[in-house]
């Protein structure tokens, strides 16, 4: 028996040194001699303080930076909880959101979904529109967009709300990506959000814009992928050229 289980104890000690320590050891040296910044995470600094990764992306949501897109991953770019939300084209939750109540018996958003972004774009952005209810019927108190009324407003089975931007809208900023961490948005999103951070930061759009194309990376090699601007890589450009006094 003893003499059976010899050479099948041996084999697993061999291929877990093997696959377990030397390849992977392997691997980790050859990663940071070749591709050394990527090796370490890709991690940007500013003023000797680490503030992101340029390949992971993270929430922006004040008006002097450029919004990333929507993320799926946990409660939103978290790089141990990557994914998507899985839900079909067809979803009525991804098209018109769903709302919860708390622990406090409030209602609150569960999911926004891509009507209520669009809105949010639209307004953030400056996009003319057409909507069945003037959006003054949503604003809550302090007058910002209420987004449980919207939710619950695209979601009426009788009379549901209406909206739509007389501009397209690029897919990327009301939809998230599958892993939910693209640190990317693509230029004709960039593009419009411009005017926004321009107007916060005292900018013109030109000089912006002109920011926008310098950090607008081509697709690899000239044929794979998308063109595309870093979101984190921009908004740093940003502060350093164009600082907002607070």
């Not at 909507?131 to 009426?156: C, E, R, W, Y």
């Amino acid at each position: 028996m003893i003499k059976e289980l010899g050479p099948g104890f041996r084999l697993t000690l061999a291929l877990t040194i093997l696959t377990g320590l030397l390849y992977p050891a392997v691997m980790t040296g050859l990663s940071e001699l070749i591709f050394p910044r990527q090796a370490k995470g890709s991690l940007v600094s500013v003023d000797g303080k680490i503030v992101g990764s340029s390949l992971i992306g993270q929430s922006f949501t004040r008006p002097e930076y450029f919004h990333p897109r929507p993320s799926a991953a946990g409660s939103g770019y978290d790089a141990t909880n990557s994914g998507g939300t899985n839900l079909g084209p067809t979803s009525a939750k991804l098209l018109h959101g769903t709302t919860k109540m708390d622990d406090k018996g409030n209602e609150i958003v569960d999911f926004d979904g891509i009507d209520d972004r669009i809105v949010h774009y639209c307004i953030d952005n400056g996009i003319p529109y057409t909507s069945s209810v003037p959006l003054d019927h949503f604003m809550d108190s302090h007058g910002q967009l209420d987004d449980v009324k919207l939710i619950k407003a695209f979601n009426d089975d009788k009379a549901p709300l209406i909206f739509t931007p007389k501009e397209e809208i690029p897919s990327d900023a009301v939809t998230g990506s599958a892993s939910g961490l693209d640190p990317q948005i693509s230029p004709a999103n960039a593009e419009i959000q411009a005017a926004h951070v321009a107007k916060a930061r005292g900018a013109s759009v030109d000089q912006v814009k002109q920011l926008v194309s310098q950090f607008t990376q081509r697709a690899d090699w000239g044929f794979l992928g998308e063109p595309r601007v870093n979101v984190l890589m921009l908004n740093i450009a940003l502060d350093r050229k164009f600082p907002v006094s607070r």
